[in-house]
Protein backbone atom coordinates (compact mmCIF):
# COMPACT_ATOMS: atom_id res chain seq x y z
CA UNK A 1 0.00 0.00 0.00
CA UNK A 2 3.08 2.56 0.03
CA UNK A 3 3.13 2.37 -4.27
CA UNK A 4 1.49 5.15 -5.98
CA UNK A 5 -2.27 6.30 -4.99
CA UNK A 6 -3.23 4.89 -8.86
CA UNK A 7 -2.50 1.43 -8.73
CA UNK A 8 -1.85 0.46 -5.12
CA UNK A 9 -4.98 -1.25 -4.66
CA UNK A 10 -4.28 -3.32 -7.96
CA UNK A 11 -0.78 -4.53 -7.15
CA UNK A 12 -1.09 -7.83 -5.16
CA UNK A 13 -0.21 -10.60 -7.42
CA UNK A 14 2.91 -8.48 -8.26
CA UNK A 15 3.38 -7.95 -4.99
CA UNK A 16 3.10 -11.17 -3.64
CA UNK A 17 5.27 -12.51 -6.44
CA UNK A 18 8.07 -10.22 -5.37
CA UNK A 19 8.21 -11.02 -1.88
CA UNK A 20 8.18 -15.16 -3.21
CA UNK A 21 11.36 -14.42 -5.42
CA UNK A 22 12.69 -12.51 -2.94
CA UNK A 23 12.71 -15.73 -0.96
CA UNK A 24 13.65 -18.12 -3.53
CA UNK A 25 16.76 -16.38 -4.61
CA UNK A 26 18.15 -15.12 -1.68
CA UNK A 27 21.04 -12.89 -1.92
CA UNK A 28 19.78 -9.95 -3.47
CA UNK A 29 21.47 -6.31 -1.90
CA UNK A 30 18.75 -4.48 0.41
CA UNK A 31 19.24 -1.61 -1.87
CA UNK A 32 18.15 -2.94 -5.00
CA UNK A 33 14.89 -4.54 -3.28
CA UNK A 34 12.36 -1.70 -3.99
CA UNK A 35 13.94 -1.17 -8.09
CA UNK A 36 12.97 -5.06 -8.10
CA UNK A 37 9.63 -4.90 -6.81
CA UNK A 38 8.81 -1.90 -9.26
CA UNK A 39 9.95 -3.32 -12.33
CA UNK A 40 8.30 -6.67 -11.49
CA UNK A 41 5.05 -4.37 -10.85
CA UNK A 42 5.76 -2.80 -14.84
CA UNK A 43 6.59 -5.97 -16.14
CA UNK A 44 3.59 -7.84 -14.76
CA UNK A 45 0.95 -4.97 -16.69
CA UNK A 46 -1.12 -5.84 -19.30
CA UNK A 47 -2.22 -3.19 -21.04
CA UNK A 48 -4.88 -4.90 -23.10
CA UNK A 49 -6.38 -5.87 -19.62
CA UNK A 50 -5.28 -2.70 -17.50
CA UNK A 51 -4.62 -5.53 -14.64
CA UNK A 52 -1.66 -6.11 -13.18
CA UNK A 53 -3.03 -9.58 -11.77
CA UNK A 54 -2.55 -11.33 -15.03
CA UNK A 55 -1.90 -14.82 -13.67
CA UNK A 56 0.21 -16.29 -16.44
CA UNK A 57 2.02 -13.04 -16.92
CA UNK A 58 3.28 -13.60 -13.32
CA UNK A 59 4.10 -17.45 -13.73
CA UNK A 60 5.88 -15.69 -17.40
CA UNK A 61 8.04 -13.15 -15.02
CA UNK A 62 8.92 -15.83 -12.41
CA UNK A 63 10.35 -17.83 -14.83
CA UNK A 64 12.14 -15.19 -16.36
CA UNK A 65 14.11 -14.65 -12.82
CA UNK A 66 14.98 -18.26 -12.92
CA UNK A 67 12.16 -19.67 -10.54
CA UNK A 68 9.98 -22.17 -12.20
CA UNK A 69 6.24 -21.72 -11.54
CA UNK A 70 2.63 -22.60 -12.18
CA UNK A 71 -0.90 -21.26 -11.55
CA UNK A 72 -2.89 -24.68 -9.94
CA UNK A 73 -6.31 -25.27 -8.25
CA UNK A 74 -6.70 -27.15 -5.32
CA UNK A 75 -9.52 -28.87 -3.12
CA UNK A 76 -7.39 -29.87 -0.35
CA UNK A 77 -5.07 -28.29 2.00
CA UNK A 78 -2.22 -30.97 1.27
CA UNK A 79 -0.51 -29.42 -1.63
CA UNK A 80 0.27 -26.11 0.23
CA UNK A 81 1.15 -28.34 3.20
CA UNK A 82 3.95 -30.18 0.71
CA UNK A 83 5.38 -26.84 -0.47
CA UNK A 84 5.71 -25.48 2.84
CA UNK A 85 7.89 -28.25 3.65
CA UNK A 86 9.95 -28.05 1.10
CA UNK A 87 10.49 -24.45 2.10
CA UNK A 88 9.09 -22.87 -0.61
CA UNK A 89 6.05 -20.25 -0.18
CA UNK A 90 2.66 -20.34 -2.14
CA UNK A 91 0.73 -17.38 -3.49
CA UNK A 92 -3.15 -17.72 -2.54
CA UNK A 93 -5.61 -15.98 -4.30
CA UNK A 94 -8.24 -15.89 -1.10
CA UNK A 95 -12.14 -14.58 -0.86
CA UNK A 96 -13.60 -13.70 2.10
CA UNK A 97 -16.83 -11.53 3.15
CA UNK A 98 -16.97 -9.44 6.44
CA UNK A 99 -16.04 -11.25 9.31
CA UNK A 100 -14.12 -14.07 7.56
CA UNK A 101 -10.76 -13.35 8.02
CA UNK A 102 -9.71 -11.59 11.34
CA UNK A 103 -7.21 -10.23 10.96
CA UNK A 104 -6.68 -9.26 7.40
CA UNK A 105 -6.52 -5.61 6.61
CA UNK A 106 -9.19 -5.85 4.07
CA UNK A 107 -12.32 -5.93 5.29
CA UNK A 108 -13.63 -8.55 2.59
CA UNK A 109 -12.51 -9.22 -1.25
CA UNK A 110 -13.70 -10.91 -4.34
CA UNK A 111 -9.89 -11.69 -4.88
CA UNK A 112 -6.52 -10.97 -3.53
CA UNK A 113 -3.20 -12.44 -3.33
CA UNK A 114 -1.18 -13.01 -0.80
CA UNK A 115 2.09 -14.80 0.55
CA UNK A 116 1.61 -17.96 3.00
CA UNK A 117 5.24 -19.05 3.98
CA UNK A 118 3.90 -21.25 7.09
CA UNK A 119 1.40 -23.45 8.91
CA UNK A 120 1.44 -24.01 12.59
CA UNK A 121 -0.87 -25.98 14.48
CA UNK A 122 -4.00 -23.00 14.06
CA UNK A 123 -2.67 -20.65 12.23
CA UNK A 124 -1.04 -19.32 8.76
CA UNK A 125 1.87 -17.14 8.63
CA UNK A 126 1.59 -14.68 5.59
CA UNK A 127 2.53 -11.77 4.11
CA UNK A 128 -0.62 -9.60 3.26
CA UNK A 129 0.37 -6.75 0.47
CA UNK A 130 -2.55 -4.95 1.44
CA UNK A 131 -1.39 -3.94 5.11
CA UNK A 132 -0.74 -0.07 5.77
CA UNK A 133 2.88 0.01 5.69
CA UNK A 134 5.74 -2.67 5.29
CA UNK A 135 5.80 -3.55 9.16
CA UNK A 136 2.34 -4.74 9.55
CA UNK A 137 2.59 -6.84 6.16
CA UNK A 138 3.23 -10.03 8.21
CA UNK A 139 0.05 -11.26 9.60
CA UNK A 140 -1.01 -14.64 11.35
CA UNK A 141 -4.53 -15.76 9.96
CA UNK A 142 -6.82 -18.64 12.25
CA UNK A 143 -5.85 -21.42 9.62
CA UNK A 144 -9.52 -22.49 9.76
CA UNK A 145 -10.75 -18.99 8.52
CA UNK A 146 -7.43 -18.96 5.69
CA UNK A 147 -8.23 -22.49 4.90
CA UNK A 148 -12.36 -20.93 3.87
CA UNK A 149 -11.16 -18.12 2.52
CA UNK A 150 -8.56 -20.06 -0.31
CA UNK A 151 -10.55 -22.78 -0.97
CA UNK A 152 -14.02 -22.05 -0.54
CA UNK A 153 -13.90 -20.17 -4.59
CA UNK A 154 -11.36 -22.59 -6.58
CA UNK A 155 -7.70 -23.00 -4.17
CA UNK A 156 -5.49 -21.04 -6.81
CA UNK A 157 -2.15 -20.63 -6.47
CA UNK A 158 1.39 -19.99 -7.58
CA UNK A 159 3.30 -22.79 -6.54
CA UNK A 160 7.17 -22.71 -7.29
CA UNK A 161 9.62 -25.31 -7.63
CA UNK A 162 12.13 -25.53 -4.75
CA UNK A 163 15.59 -23.62 -5.65
CA UNK A 164 17.42 -26.31 -5.62
CA UNK A 165 14.91 -27.81 -8.52
CA UNK A 166 14.70 -24.81 -10.65
CA UNK A 167 18.16 -24.06 -10.10
CA UNK A 168 19.51 -27.53 -10.94
CA UNK A 169 16.93 -27.43 -14.32
CA UNK A 170 18.34 -23.77 -15.40
CA UNK A 171 21.90 -25.13 -14.97
CA UNK A 172 20.89 -28.29 -17.43
CA UNK A 173 20.53 -26.05 -20.45
Given amino acids: ?4 TEFRKRICSPTALAMAL ?5 GM ?11 LVE ?20 NRYGVLASVESNTDW ?24 EQAPLKQTAGHLVLVYG ?27 FRAAWLSQRGAAYFFSPASTANSVLDSH
Fill in 1 to 4: MTAA
Fill in 22 to 26: SYLRP
Fill in 29 to 39: AASAVEQFWQQ
Fill in 43 to 62: DCYDPVTRAYGMWPQAIFQA
Fill in 78 to 101: SKLETALQQNTPVVCSIRFAKGEL
Fill in 119 to 145: VTGTNVLVMDPAADNTSTVARIYQREQ
